[in-house]
Nanobody, 117 residues
C-alpha cells in the first residue's frame, strides 16, 4: 500500500507561515484527488483542503484565504502553504488520498503544527 509521509510542521508564532509536504510512494499519486486533514487535541479529524487531479481546489471555511493546497505530480508530492496562522490552527496535519470524497488510504504519522506566542 502507498505510504504517506508528512513533513514541514513546527512551532510558529501567530501570523506566521509554514509549508507542509506530503511525500508518497508515487505509483498512484497522480490519479487521485488528495486532501489535507488536521486533528487538534480533543477534537475530531477534519479535512481542511483538497485538490483534484486537474488542480481544482476546495477549502474549509476556517482556512479559506489563508491556506493553499498544491500538488507536484512529477515529484509525487502534495503541499499545503499556510499563512496568517492562528492559535486555533494548532493540530497534527495529515494527508491522504480521496475517493468519492472519502479518505481512501491509511494514515501516516502526521506532522505537528503548533501556533503559539
Amino acid at each position: 500500500q502507498e505510504q504517506l509521509v508528512e513533513s514541514g510542521g513546527g512551532l510558529v508564532q501567530p501570523g506566521g507561515s509554514l509549508r507542509l509536504s506530503c511525500a508518497t510512494s508515487g505509483s498512484i499519486f497522480s490519479t487521485y484527488t488528495m486532501g489535507w486533514y488536521r486533528q487538534a487535541p480533543g477534537k475530531q479529524r477534519e479535512r481542511v483542503a483538497a485538490i483534484t487531479t486537474g488542480g481544482s481546489t476546495n477549502y474549509a471555511d476556517s482556512v479559506k484565504g489563508r491556506f493553499t493546497i498544491s500538488r507536484d505530480n512529477a515529484r509525487n508530492t502534495l503541499y499545503l502553504q499556510m499563512r496568517s496562522l492562528k492559535v486555533e490552527d494548532t493540530a497534527v496535519y495529515y494527508c491522504n488520498y480521496l475517493f468519492g470524497g472519502v479518505r481512501a488510504g491509511s494514515w501516516g504519522q502526521g506532522t505537528q503544527v503548533t501556533v503559539s506566542s
